[in-house]
């Protein structure tokens, strides 16, 4: 209370000063508002973006393109590739056999998913592997009932590659390929900002990739069950798709920063893991998505698993070619001298 002011009424410099700090006190509030807008607005439309990148392949997947085989000759043949081209346009890339060893063996080498075999009779067989998709076999023991429904005669159904007994429709294999895509890109995302150093980041993907491809590995091969070939082909499989998807995460962070790193998740984790055709095939997803989710880490990694596991590396080259191109790369960026990078800096 000012004394010269009779009932402690202030002065007209205390006044002003009181307003003022109000009004500096004020500020930061009027301020938080607009920026808790902003926030919710973005996470509104990267949740937007989650949900049409997971949702929406799923609810558009169909045959595109899915290769088949129809085996045998004369008339009966031709009509039942006719019909099978007819019932879906453009759904179905036919090849013809000349018998049903020729077309199990299309089968086995990865070149077809189903076949349809007429005999010289008209009879009838169906010959799937659900270890290659657990869905397109399932649509095609559909086709067999429906061809034995209209032949009147019953179509039989062999399954050449059947999927392990623990896991016969797939989930299992299918559900674990988004796990290791979100500890790959998170180990990326820490070597970049808890490792100095660019050689300790290279360091740190190898060792990752090699530790976390054998663990991995042996919980799906031997409890879990949803891999049943060779362990050691099988782990540096896994290994390799670890080392491919954190070593990109880890260079662009190391040669971009924060936006690199953004950058690597996100395609890993919104373009790659829905567009991979793990829990289908790549032919079911729409044009040219499941072309474009081959051409990454995660669909190069399941479908080089799959052939590696079910099929003694039949249809593998492609798959491990863009691996090994997108490890390479991902390495290559950890050896680059990053420049005006202030918030990571790397050391040799």
Same mark, same amino acid.
């Given at each position: 209370m000012n004394p010269a002011m009779p009932g402690g009424l202030a002065t007209e410099g205390e006044a002003t000063t009181d307003v003022s700090a109000a009004g500096a006190g004020s500020a930061p509030r009027a301020g938080r508002a607009p920026l808790s807008i902003v926030l919710a607005v973005v996470l509104? /439309? %990267?949740q937007l973006l989650v949900l049409i990148a997971f949702a929406w392949p799923a609810a558009r997947m169909g045959p595109n393109g899915v290769p088949v085989v129809v085996a045998g000759d004369g008339p009966a043949a031709a009509a039942l590739q006719r019909h099978i081209e007819q019932s879906k346009p453009g759904g179905f890339d036919i090849a013809h056999r000349k018998d049903e060893a020729k077309a199990r063996a299309a089968l086995l080498d990865r070149e077809a998913y189903a076949a349809v075999v007429v005999g010289g009779k008209g009879q009838m067989k169906v010959l799937v592997a659900s270890a290659a998709s657990a869905a397109i076999s399932s649509a095609f023991r559909d086709v067999a009932a429906d061809l034995g429904e209209k032949s009147g005669n019953s179509v039989p159904v062999e399954d050449v590659q059947p999927a392990p007994t623990k896991d016969p429709h797939g989930a299992a294999f299918s559900s674990s390929v988004l796990p290791v895509v979100l500890t790959s890109l998170l180990g990326g995302i820490l @070597?970049?900002?808890?490792? $100095?150093? $660019? =050689?300790? =980041? &290279?360091? !740190?993907?190898? &060792? @990752?990739? !090699? %530790? &976390?491809g054998l663990a991995t590995t042996a919980l799906a091969h031997g409890w879990i069950g949803a891999l049943n070939g060779a362990y050691l082909g099988e782990a540096s499989v896994v290994a390799l798709m670890i080392l491919a998807i954190s070593a990109t995460v880890a260079g662009l962070g190391n040669a971009l920063g924060h936006a690199g790193m953004a950058l690597g998740a996100l395609t890993m984790l919104l373009i790659g893991n829905p567009f991979s055709g793990v829990a289908a095939a790549p032919e079911m997803l729409p044009t040219p998505w499941g072309d474009l989710g081959q051409l990454l880490p995660p669909g190069a990694g399941a479908t080089l698993l799959r052939s590696v596991t079910f099929f003694d590396g039949a249809g593998a080259g492609r798959p *491990?070619? /863009? *691996?090994l191109i997108w490890a390479a790369c991902g390495l290559a960026l950890l050896a680059v001298r990053a420049r005006g990078n202030t918030h990571t800096p790397a050391s040799p």
């Open positions: 509104a /439309v %990267v @070597f970049t900002l808890k490792l $100095r150093q $660019r =050689r300790s =980041r &290279a360091v !740190a993907a190898l &060792a @990752f990739a !090699a %530790v &976390a *491990l070619t /863009v *691996l």
